[in-house]
């Protein structure tokens, strides 16, 4: 045989022989053996101590699932370790392992090898422990040392549990939790090979929930969505999903049915990062849909339908993130409305009511106004753009507010309400609100109008107001800083005008209010009548939550009642009198100023003894001023007879719209008497 033959023989089979001698060598060699050299490795590599305590094993396998190809024949190397451990990071106290495995096994697809990468088509690990801790300075066990960038790429396409569990100890997030995760058999009707049980604290709540998912981190198939179903439980608060999720490693995409309910939507804060409003004990289920992208995503809650209260509630929301805050825009509407179910929005809820969800009622038994802060940290979390639509208004019967609409935006900490636009009695009352919650005290301005309010409507329970007619129009401008309606109402600046201008309003109330203690029998004997109300007029000044009036009064052809005094915001309190002045001969005639005096809470009316009707309040709601009222948009037009009107001076300064000076600052005209 020529020499090059033989060279060219033994050097081919040298190439057959060295990858049989390597396979012979992977196939016989005890891999026990290697054990301390790889826990060394690992160990350096993570910063932490590793071990295999158990026996370790090479196996070698044909690839799963089969594919009828060339590539069936090359075999799968699969390792198999037993009481494998991972330490925490060095300086822990408590010597506890950050990972505890009864046994992991794991196959290695041997082509990809060639390109650096690593695949690993099913890791699983079976009575897996897991415990992860944050401490109140940030430190984590689940953050590794940083290392040199490595050529090499790990593509882990499957991961399974058996009978694990996972502790999540977070000081920063308050959470105590536990998992227990084991594995399911998938039927023909779903595709979950994994469930869990949750339990635990969240920021001192009781949390608890289960669920099922397909095989974790299986979705590098995009054209099959990975399965998701969960119930979680956060003290009042439930959250249920039921859909599917794409490549859930990257969350490229989520489709799931989701139902929310609890306490109050403010509950959802720490759990969704989202800022929503207080409000009664809720519940709504909808559609949630998203993907998400470098800054976070985009997710839509479509065609949502529930309960706020006893409202009912549905629209939808979609909460898009962004560089500077994340945005939350869309639309919310309520058919029907329940004008308590607003009330914990400005804290306006009873005692009871804060008590159901959750909040320490702060409410003082002799105050009105609500004295409940606004959460003002939370409004520099997002922005908002939201239109609200409230049909139709379900109220106590003596408000006549009926419908209402309103364009909500949070911008940068600044809350706007332009315009907040409700249908009263008869009439429309619009208000533009500003909040800048960008300092320790909020920053408020409204400017509020009133148009076209019906008398008889504006007073529904009142009966002696049923046969009147004529319309309320006024303005009102207010600024002010606090961090509650009873702060900001307490150091409020501006003026409030209001006016009625011609009409008819019942001789019967104005002879209870005092003016003639004889016709009020015979009223009551032969019937009331309509006596011609020339004008009613007022314009007050507020001046650091104190309203003064500077003109009052309400002229009709029998009489004229003029109000004079001041209404104290601050302290909730009243100081107000009456001077009614007869146009004719009465059987007996009072000409003693009448009284207002007292707390919001328990106003009282005095004067001679004998006018018991002045108890009926009545002398408040003609002097178009309540302790609460007042501050709503009353507004500002005059007659087109103005001139032959006996008004004609009154109306002609209530021509002059109200101002009010920026939040904190004082005008002279607004402190002038």
Same mark, same amino acid.
Request: glycine residues 8%; aromatic residues 6%.
């Given at each position: 045989?020529?020499?090059?033959?033989?060279?060219?023989?033994?050097?081919?089979?040298?190439?057959?022989?060295?990858?049989?001698?390597?396979?012979?060598?992977?196939?016989?060699?005890?891999?026990?053996?290697?054990?301390?050299w790889?826990?060394?490795?690992?160990?350096?590599?993570?910063?932490?101590?590793?071990?295999?305590?158990?026996?370790?094993?090479?196996?070698?396998?044909?690839?799963?699932?089969?594919?009828?190809?060339?590539?069936?024949? +090359?075999?799968? @190397?699969?390792?198999?370790?037993?009481?494998?451990?991972?330490?925490?990071?060095?300086?822990?106290?408590?010597?506890?392992?950050?990972?505890e495995?009864?046994?992991?096994?794991?196959s290695?697809?041997?082509?990809?090898?060639?390109?650096?990468?690593?695949?690993?088509?099913?890791?699983?690990?079976?009575?897996?422990?897991?415990?992860?801790?944050?401490?109140?300075?940030?430190? /984590?066990?689940?953050?590794?040392?940083?290392?040199?960038?490595s050529?090499?790429?790990?593509?882990?396409?499957?991961?399974l549990?058996?009978?694990?569990?996972?502790?999540?100890?977070?000081?920063?997030?308050?959470?105590?939790?536990?998992?227990?995760?084991?594995?399911?058999?998938?039927?023909?009707?779903?595709?979950?090979?994994?469930?869990?049980?949750?339990?635990? *604290?969240?920021?001192?709540?009781? +949390?608890?929930?289960?669920?099922?998912?397909?095989?974790?981190?299986?979705?590098?198939?995009?054209?099959k969505?990975?399965?998701?179903?969960?119930?979680?439980?956060?003290?009042?608060?439930?959250?249920?999903?039921?859909?599917?999720?794409?490549?859930?490693?990257?969350?490229?995409?989520?489709?799931?049915?989701?139902?929310?309910?609890?306490?109050?939507?403010?509950?959802?804060?720490?759990?969704?990062?989202?800022?929503?409003?207080?409000? @009664?004990?809720?519940?709504?289920?909808?559609?949630?849909?998203?993907?998400?992208?470098?800054?976070?995503?985009?997710?839509?809650?479509?065609?949502?339908?529930?309960?706020?209260?006893?409202?009912?509630?549905?629209?939808?929301?979609?909460?898009?993130?962004r560089?500077?805050?994340?945005?939350?825009?869309?639309?919310?509407?309520?058919?029907?409305?329940r004008?308590s179910?607003?009330?914990?929005?400005?804290?306006?809820?009873?005692?009871?009511?804060k008590?159901?969800?959750?909040?320490?009622?702060?409410?003082?038994?002799?105050?009105?106004?609500?004295?409940?802060?606004?959460?003002?940290?939370?409004?520099?979390?997002?922005?908002?753009?939201?239109?609200?639509?409230?049909?139709?208004?379900?109220?106590?019967? *003596?408000?006549?507010?009926?419908?209402?609409?309103?364009?909500?935006?949070?911008?940068?900490?600044?809350?706007?309400?332009?315009p907040?636009?409700?249908?009263?009695?008869?009439?429309?009352?619009?208000?533009?609100?500003?909040?800048?919650?960008?300092?320790?005290?909020?920053?408020?301005?409204?400017?509020?109008?009133?148009?076209?309010?019906?008398?008889?409507?504006?007073?529904?329970?009142?009966?002696?107001?049923?046969?009147?007619?004529?319309?309320?129009?006024?303005?009102?401008?207010?600024?002010?800083?606090?961090?509650?309606?009873?702060?900001?109402?307490?150091?409020? /600046?501006?003026?409030?005008?209001?006016?009625?201008?011609?009409?008819? +309003?019942?001789?019967?109330?104005?002879?209870?209010?005092?003016?003639?203690?004889?016709?009020?029998?015979?009223?009551?004997?032969?019937?009331?009548?309509?006596?011609?109300?020339?004008?009613?007029?007022?314009?007050?000044?507020?001046?650091?939550?104190?309203?003064?009036?500077?003109?009052?009064?309400?002229?009709?052809?029998?009489a004229?009642?003029?109000?004079?005094?001041?209404?104290?915001?601050?302290?909730?309190?009243?100081?107000?009198?009456?001077?009614?002045?007869?146009?004719?001969?009465?059987?007996?005639?009072?000409r003693? @100023?009448?009284?207002?005096?007292?707390?919001?809470?328990?106003?009282?009316?005095?004067?001679?003894?004998?006018?018991?009707?002045?108890?009926?309040?009545?002398v408040?709601?003609?002097?178009?001023?309540?302790?609460?009222?007042?501050?709503?948009?009353?507004?500002?037009?005059?007659?087109q007879n103005?001139?032959? /009107?006996?008004?004609?001076?009154?109306?002609?300064?209530?021509?002059?719209? @109200?101002?009010?000076?920026?939040?904190?600052?004082?005008?002279?005209?607004?402190?002038?008497?």
């Open positions: 045989m020529p020499r090059t033959k033989k060279i060219m023989m033994w050097s081919t089979a040298g190439l057959l022989v060295i990858p049989l001698v390597f396979v012979l060598f992977l196939l016989t060699f005890d891999w026990n053996a290697a054990r301390p790889i826990n060394q490795r690992v160990s350096e590599a993570s910063g932490r101590t590793f071990a295999i305590n158990g026996y370790l094993a090479l196996h070698w396998q044909r690839a799963q699932p089969a594919t009828d190809t060339w590539r069936d024949w +090359i075999p799968f @190397p699969r390792l198999s370790a037993q009481d494998v451990t991972l330490g925490n990071p060095p300086g822990s106290k408590d010597g506890t392992n950050m990972v495995v009864g046994h992991i096994t794991f290695v697809n041997p082509l990809p090898l060639l390109t650096q990468t690593i695949v690993i088509p099913t890791l699983q690990l079976d009575d897996p422990i897991v415990h992860l801790e944050r401490k109140r300075d940030g430190q /984590n066990n689940w953050t590794f040392k940083k290392t040199e960038p050529p090499w790429t790990l593509d882990l396409q499957r991961l549990f058996y009978k694990g569990e996972i502790t999540l100890k977070d000081e920063v997030k308050h959470i105590d939790a536990k998992a227990n995760i084991d594995s399911l058999e998938p039927t023909a009707q779903n595709d979950y090979v994994v469930g869990w049980k949750l339990s635990g *604290s969240f920021n001192g709540a009781k +949390i608890s929930g289960d669920g099922k998912a397909g095989a974790l981190l299986a979705l590098k198939n995009v054209d969505p990975f399965p998701l179903t969960a119930n979680l439980n956060v003290g009042k608060t439930s959250i249920r999903v039921n859909g599917t999720v794409t490549k859930p490693q990257e969350l490229a995409a989520i489709n799931m049915e989701l139902h929310l309910s609890g306490a109050s939507m403010a509950d959802l804060y720490p759990i969704t990062g989202i800022t929503l409003p207080k409000t @009664p004990e809720f519940s709504t289920q909808g559609q949630l849909t998203g993907v998400t992208n470098a800054l976070g995503g985009k997710w839509t809650y479509d065609k949502f339908k529930g309960k706020v209260g006893e409202s009912d509630i549905g629209g939808t929301l979609t909460y898009e993130s560089e500077t805050r994340p945005l939350l825009s869309g639309t919310v509407v309520s058919n029907l409305l004008l179910d607003l009330g914990p929005i400005i804290g306006a809820d009873s005692n009871e009511s008590k159901e969800r959750g909040v320490t009622p702060n409410q003082p038994s002799d105050k009105v106004l609500p004295v409940e802060k606004f959460t003002t940290e939370r409004w520099g979390s997002m922005d908002a753009d939201v239109k609200i639509t409230g049909r139709k208004i379900v109220r106590d019967e *003596s408000l006549p507010i009926e419908n209402l609409d309103t364009h909500l935006k949070l911008q940068d900490k600044v809350v706007t309400l332009m907040l636009n409700f249908g009263v009695a008869g009439g429309n009352m619009i208000a533009n609100i500003k909040m800048d919650g960008r300092n320790d005290l909020i920053k408020a301005e409204i400017k509020l109008s009133a148009r076209h309010l019906k008398l008889k409507q504006l007073f529904p329970t009142f009966e002696a107001m049923q046969a009147s007619f004529g319309e309320v129009n006024g303005d009102t401008s207010l600024s002010a800083t606090g961090n509650s309606i009873a702060s900001m109402l307490g150091s409020s /600046n501006g003026e409030i005008k209001a006016l009625i201008n011609e009409g008819t +309003i019942s001789k019967l109330l104005l002879e209870q209010i005092g003016l003639n203690v004889g016709n009020v029998v015979l009223s009551q004997v032969f019937g009331d009548k309509q006596v011609k109300l020339n004008c009613m007029a007022s314009d007050l000044s507020v001046t650091n939550g104190l309203i003064h009036t500077k003109t009052m009064m309400l002229d009709t052809e029998d004229i009642l003029y109000i004079t005094g001041d209404i104290d915001l601050a302290q909730e309190h009243l100081d107000l009198t009456i001077h009614p002045k007869t146009k004719g001969l009465r059987i007996i005639s009072l003693a @100023p009448l009284y207002v005096k007292g707390d919001f809470k328990a106003p009282k009316v005095s004067i001679d003894k004998g006018v018991v009707a002045l108890k009926t309040g009545g408040i709601a003609l002097g178009a001023l309540a302790p609460v009222t007042a501050l709503l948009p009353l507004i500002n037009i005059g007659s103005e001139k032959d /009107n006996k008004c004609a001076v009154l109306l002609k300064e209530a021509q002059e719209k @109200p101002v009010a000076p920026p939040p904190g600052k004082t005008y002279k005209k607004a402190t002038e008497k």
